[in-house]
């Protein structure tokens, strides 16, 4: 009986091994930084309406802050309200004009300047 168990043990570890092997070759780790333009994933169902011809994601969205490895800080546009999300539900924005308003905001409160892309913050006064 003890046999058994080591078998079915040796066994279980040698499947996880190789699921988490599979599942890292396929993952990509993103990490988006401050300024960094995104789309968010918000699946809505409309009645009436075809889901395969629905958007499923909405923005531009900015990135405001990082708050761990998973989970960020976002917002729309200066007046709305920021929403914290998970990684898994943003993407790259690819489009050709990103927000300018995050660091014109930044920018006023004399505080840190944000470049866009980099993860270079430079002190600014105004």
């Not at 930044?106 to 002190?123: A, C, D, P, Q, S």
């Amino acid at each position: 009986m003890d046999r058994i168990h080591r078998f079915a043990r040796e066994k279980l570890k040698i499947h996880s091994d190789k699921m988490k092997q599979r599942l890292d070759t396929t993952s990509t780790e993103t990490d988006f930084k401050p300024g960094d333009a995104v789309w968010l994933y918000a699946p809505k169902r409309m009645k009436g309406k075809s889901p395969k011809l629905q958007s499923n994601w909405e923005g531009q969205y900015t990135i405001i802050k990082k708050i761990n490895d998973l989970v960020y800080r976002i917002q729309l546009s200066p007046r709305s309200k920021p929403k914290v999300v998970h990684l898994e539900r943003l993407a790259k924005y690819t489009g050709h004009n990103p927000p300018d308003w995050f660091v014109v905001k930044i920018h006023r409160l004399g505080l840190k300047t944000v470049l866009f892309g980099t993860n270079n913050f430079e002190e600014g006064a105004v």
